[in-house]
């Protein structure tokens, strides 16, 4: 098949009022979108009418006080992603539900059962986002005096996801027998025990529910440091990642999927999605203009302790129309740490320039315009090997991702870049990924 025969994968980044710092100060917003059932409900059948592949939510461990700007943000009293997309899966069909859980402090045996109830809950529609938690606040939450360093939490990382795997194998596809005539619920044979002990982690099994219909849940990762691009080549099968330029987005994408082949895997079975922050207008001056609203809202405190929080800095002492002063490394986030370090140097920001450009995107690609030149852009990334989709990151909820679905999804449509109807009933068969065979069943039929 050839390249422009290729369909575009699309996520849909939906928070709460939207993707903005300000988002829920937008007048056309829902302010209380984060704990408003109702709107996710809406937005989600909003998304599966545009047939995104999936919807996706990032998600913390700590509450996001930002200090300097405590009660002027909407970083609190959200949803827990998989408890929100089991309801929002009753309410929809063919959308898949791609929620973030941490390697870091959440528990291997608990994590694979959840996600393997979400998956079973909405028919094969599950997906994992795994990250080892880039805020050093979530320790005191969970009785550690500080955040474990950046390396350890990758060594942790893999051997978490190998645990959460060999867990969803514990039952064969055909376990659960229920005959009522034989009185086998299911075949003992077809159970496995998972007995494993590592460095980190020591679990027996097995897992007590059945194996997720899609074998697996779909696992994402949305880390870009040397560590982060190890762990995706190793266990992704997409990544979020976030770049400014055509070239340095290539420059990713060649090197993450490089790293597939010494794990026994081919490029196809990881897709690259950068996350994008499209602002839509009829013209682009109606674009600008949207933009802008949004740019007004932007309260001093608020974009200074958003990119403090993203840059692991405080940088109080610094005056805001003065340049970004040399920082040190950060245990934090290292990848969005060095983008926004590259972004200010690249074009000369200013502190206070810097956190208007990242108050909408956080370092994400942000694109300003009419459907036609959004999707310009976005064929330009797909047919140049730059992306294989894209994480769709609606500035304000739910006008930004109507403008999206009737304006732009249209127009790639008609350029053949994005399907008219889902390929298939699960989120692996939507993003074209094979179901993975039960690695228990593996062993055996190589004896």
Do not use: C
């Not at 059948?45 to 996706?56: I, L, V």
């Not at 942790?156 to 229920?178: C, N, P, T, Y």
């Amino acid at each position: 098949m050839g390249k422009q025969q290729k369909q575009i994968r699309l996520g849909a980044f939906l928070p709460g009022a939207g993707q903005h710092v300000a988002a829920w100060r937008h007048p056309q917003a829902r302010s209380n979108g984060a704990l408003n059932f109702e709107h996710y409900k809406q937005i989600a059948q909003t998304a599966e009418r545009g047939k995104f592949d999936a919807f996706f939510l990032a998600d913390g461990l700590a509450l996001q006080h930002r200090p300097g700007a405590e009660g002027r943000t909407a970083f609190g009293g959200d949803f827990e992603p998989v408890t929100l997309f089991s309801a929002l899966s009753a309410v929809t069909e063919r959308i898949g539900f791609i929620a973030t859980a941490s390697t870091t402090y959440e528990d291997p045996y608990i994590l694979a059962r959840k996600f393997a109830s979400l998956d079973h809950i909405s028919g094969g529609r599950a997906g994992w986002n795994v990250v080892t938690t880039g805020s050093s606040e979530a320790a005191g939450n969970f009785g550690l005096e500080a955040h474990p360093i950046h390396a350890e939490r990758y060594i942790r990382a893999h051997e978490f996801i190998d645990v959460v795997k060999g867990l969803w194998d514990s039952w064969e596809d055909d376990a659960f027998v229920r005959d009522q005539e034989t009185a086998f619920y299911y075949d003992p044979n077809k159970i496995h025990q998972l007995n494993h002990k590592g460095r980190f982690f020591s679990v027996r099994g097995p897992l007590n529910i059945a194996r997720p219909p899609q074998g697996y849940p779909v696992i994402v990762q949305a880390g870009s440091s040397q560590d982060g691009k190890e762990l995706a080549g190793r266990t992704a099968e997409v990544i979020f990642t976030a770049q400014q330029t055509l070239e340095d987005a290539q420059a990713f994408y060649t090197d993450v999927k490089s790293r597939l082949a010494k794990y026994g895997r081919t490029p196809e079975q990881l897709k690259v999605m950068p996350g994008v922050f499209p602002v839509v207008g009829l013209t682009e001056g109606d674009a600008k203009a949207k933009y802008q609203e949004l740019q007004d809202l932007i309260h001093p405190q608020v974009g200074l302790a958003l990119l403090q929080g993203l840059i692991g800095t405080d940088l109080s002492t610094y005056p805001l129309d003065g340049p970004l002063p040399d920082l040190p490394e950060t245990n934090d986030n290292k990848s969005r740490q060095a983008l926004l370090i590259d972004i200010a140097r690249r074009h000369n920001f200013t502190i206070r320039e810097l956190y208007q450009w990242i108050a909408g995107a956080r370092g994400h690609w942000t694109i300003i315009g009419t459907p036609v030149q959004i999707a310009d852009q976005l064929e330009e990334w797909f047919l140049n090997d730059a992306a294989d989709g894209f994480n769709i990151m609606p500035p304000y909820l739910p006008g930004g991702l109507d403008d999206f679905v009737d304006l732009v999804i249209p127009e790639l449509q008609r350029r053949g870049l994005f399907r008219t109807e889902y390929e298939g009933t699960t989120l692996r068969e939507n993003l074209g990924l094979s179901r993975p065979v039960n690695q228990f069943q593996k062993v055996l039929a190589a004896v």
